[in-house]
């Protein structure tokens, strides 16, 4: 097994937004805010070569939106999933499984591109088959008004009409071992319904794709959570639960949003976990 980190686009958020009730004054510390209010945000996928399989975890917003919509977002940067792939060697054809941690626009628009002339959409990746959770699916094509920003029809609809469609068995608690991918999934239900945060292990380390469960370091202390979560005390709940596993088992932590971190280990602390190391992929896996 080889594991890569592929870059798909940097965009930025308004910070307040992105860490709910928790004052500027200390979010800013960790992730400094622009003249507009607005932190660094990257969307780093996952790509895992493993025997004949070419898994990527989650795409990115892909580039079929309206420029009015981008313009929302302050994208920056070289980076694109092409070019990502491209750079290891992989062209998205060669992609067998895309799996999705979640629906919001930013984690899966990239599955989706326009047609040839444009009357349309097509998958993005022709070969792959692409995985999601029927729970999740449900909850994103009938979207609550909270998160219909974020859960995008030309995103969603075109995934189920190609027949790439499939579903990750939901286990009885949190956590699914051994699945159809071949990596652990635990299930969160905070930020949105049936987030998935894959576990994988690889070279005798346990790496965590943290998804929108830990956008960035700057989120590991418990109360700072995301405005954009459903159910923020759920959220916390979460965090506590598997932070302390975390540091507990000395977890790789594999940052999908964190523009200046790409991996994070977890210490305990009298203050509770907090942050031990910060890493780039290429320094502990050469």
Known sequence: MKIYPIETGNFKLDGGAMFGVVPKTLWQRTNPADSNNLIDMSMRSMLIEDGNRLILIDTGTGNKQSDKFFGYYYFFGDFSLDTSLAKHGFHRDDI??????????????????????????????????????????????EPNVREKASFLKENINPIE????????????????????????ILFADGH?????????????????????????????PLPYVMGYDTR??????????????????????FLEHDAHNELCTLKHTEKGVRLNETYKFNEVFN
């Not at 009409?161 to 699914?176: H, K, M, R, T």
Request: aromatic fraction near 14%; proline fraction near 4%.
């Open 192 to 220: 949105t319904e049936k987030q998935m945060i894959p576990h994988i292990q690889y070279k005798n380390k346990t790496i965590v794709f943290m998804a929108d469960l830990l956008p960035t370091v700057g989120h590991i």
């Open 96 to 141: 067998t499984d895309v799996f999705l941690t979640h629906l919001h626009f930013d984690h899966c628009g990239g599955a989706i591109q326009w047609n040839k002339d444009r009357t349309g959409y097509e998958p993005a990746f022709k070969n792959a088959k692409f995985w999601s959770n029927k729970n999740h699916w449900q909850w994103a094509v």
């Open 161 to 184: 009409a190609s027949g790439q469609l499939n579903f990750v068995n939901i286990p009885n608690g949190d956590f699914a071992q051994n699945t159809e991918l071949g990596f652990d």
């Open 232 to 253: 923020p005390l759920l959220t916390m709940d979460e965090k506590a639960t598997f932070l302390n596993k975390a540091a507990d088992n000395n977890y790789l932590l």
